[in-house]
Nanobody, 125 residues
Framework: QVQLVESGGGSVQAGGSLRLSCLAS????????MGWFRQAPGNEREGVAN????????YYADSVKGRFTISHDKAKNTLYLQMDSLKVEDTSMYYC??????????????????WGQGTQVTVSS
């Protein structure tokens, strides 16, 4: 049984930083895809950053490119999202996701079958 547990959310002022973590159990980091998504009230879930865990190839949404960094630590079974230069519009619930698919369309939520419960990020001006 795959379990993904996020942590690290919180409240921060614009321009600040946060690091989200996602501890995975029952899931191999060897050759699949993982990612971070976010969803604000009234909005659809959107992809933020994805990583191919076997090659460490990454892909980012244009809105976070240059500010967010996705990474993973296989030894710790943990996925990270370093968020710098945070903006008010980054306020959202952030979700960790994983898939066993051999290929995905980058940032598409429907390609991921395993999801965490989410962690709230609030950025104030």
């Amino acid at each position: 049984q795959v379990q993904l547990v996020e942590s690290g959310g919180g409240s921060v002022q614009a321009g600040g930083s946060l690091r989200l973590s996602c501890l995975a159990s029952g899931y191999s980091f060897s050759s699949n895809y993982m990612g971070w998504f976010r969803q604000a009230p009234g909005n659809e879930r959107e992809g933020v950053a994805n990583i191919q865990t076997g090659t460490s190839v990454t892909y980012y949404a244009d809105s976070v490119k240059g500010r967010f960094t996705i990474s993973h630590d296989k030894a710790k079974n943990t996925l990270y999202l370093q968020m710098d230069s945070l903006k008010v519009e980054d306020t959202s619930m952030y979700y960790c996701a994983a898939t066993r698919r051999s290929s995905i369309l980058w940032l598409r939520p429907g390609d991921f079958e395993y999801w965490g419960q989410g962690t709230q990020v609030t950025v104030s001006s």
